[in-house]
C-alpha cells in the first residue's frame, strides 16, 4: 500500500495544537526559572541590606550620631536597590504567559470534536 508524501487534512490542526502545548509548557518553565531567580534576588537584597544597616547602625552608634539623619547613609542602598528590585519583579510579571492558552487551544479542540462548535 503505497504512503502518501502529504500530510492529511487533520495532521496539520493536530500539530499546531501540539506545538501550543508544548510551547505553553516551554513558557511556564522559563516563567518558573524567572520568578526562581527574582526570589534569589529578594532574598540576597534582605540579607545584604540587613548587613549594610548593621554596619551604618553600628557605626553610627560608635560615633553617637544614631540621631542625624545625615549619618544614615544606608538609606541611598536601600532606595537604589529597591527600584532595581521592583523594576526586576514588574518584569517578570509583565512577561508571564498568558493564563489558560494552554487549556484555551485544548477546549477548542474537544469541543470541534465533539461537535460543539
Same mark, same amino acid.
Request: proline share 4%; with cysteine.
Given at each position: 500500500? @503505497?504512503?502518501?508524501? $502529504? @500530510?492529511?487534512?487533520?495532521? @496539520? ?7 501550543? !502545548? =508544548? ?7 522559563? $516563567?518558573?526559572?524567572?520568578? +526562581? !531567580?527574582?526570589?534569589? $534576588?529578594? %532574598? &540576597?537584597?534582605? !540579607?545584604?541590606?540587613?548587613? =549594610? ?18 549619618? *544614615? *547613609?544606608?538609606? *541611598?542602598?536601600?532606595?537604589? *536597590?529597591?527600584?532595581?528590585? %521592583? =523594576? $526586576?519583579?514588574? !518584569? &517578570? ?8 492558552? %494552554?487549556?484555551? %487551544?485544548? +477546549?477548542? &479542540? ?6 460543539? +462548535?
Amino acid at each position: 500500500m @503505497p504512503t502518501s508524501l $502529504h @500530510p492529511s487534512a487533520s495532521e @496539520p490542526a493536530a500539530s499546531t495544537a501540539a506545538a501550543s !502545548v =508544548i510551547d505553553g509548557r516551554a513558557a511556564d518553565a522559563t $516563567h518558573a526559572e524567572q520568578r +526562581r !531567580v527574582w526570589h534569589v $534576588h529578594a %532574598a &540576597v537584597f534582605a !540579607v545584604t541590606m540587613l548587613a =549594610i544597616g548593621a554596619v551604618n547602625l553600628m557605626t553610627n552608634l560608635a560615633a553617637g550620631i544614631t540621631g542625624e539623619w545625615s549619618a *544614615w *547613609w544606608s538609606i *541611598w542602598a536601600l532606595i537604589g *536597590w529597591s527600584l532595581g528590585l %521592583a =523594576i $526586576h519583579g514588574l !518584569v &517578570v510579571r509583565l512577561a508571564r504567559p498568558e493564563p489558560f492558552a %494552554a487549556s484555551a %487551544a485544548d +477546549r477548542t &479542540v474537544d469541543e470541534c470534536a465533539a461537535g460543539q +462548535r
